[in-house]
Structure formats: structure tokens, C-alpha cells
């Protein structure tokens, strides 16, 4: 936000400029980044706890 601002637009303008215009954001997942048609570079895992256990389940 302190690069682009804190408008909506503007987030949403900066977020979509890593990995192209920018470099790429060091996050606790790994490098978040995106190509330039907006999709993310980066495999995406969501884990569902199902009777105790959780089930990692693959997006991209």
C-alpha cells in the first residue's frame, strides 16, 4: 500500500503486477506472482480437516 495506494483499483493494480512489472512477493506459502493474463504462476493447495485428518486438495 505504500507503493500503490489504498484503493481497491489500486491493490488490485499492484497485486497484479508482481511477477511482471514487479518482482514477485516473498510470502509464507512461497512467491506470489502472476502471468500476463492475471492467472497466478504458482501451484495453489487448500487443506480440508475431514474426521480429524486433513486432505490436501490441489487448485492449480
Known sequence: ?????????AI???M???GT???PLHGV???IAFD???DITGE???AQV????PEIMKVK
Open 1 to 9: 500500500m505504500k507503493e500503490g495506494g489504498i484503493s481497491r483499483e
Open 12 to 14: 488490485r493494480n499492484y
Open 16 to 18: 497484479a503486477s508482481l
Open 21 to 23: 512489472a514487479r518482482p
Open 29 to 31: 506459502s512461497g512467491d
Open 36 to 38: 500476463a493474463f492475471g
Open 44 to 46: 495453489i493447495l487448500f
Open 50 to 53: 475431514r474426521n480429524g485428518s
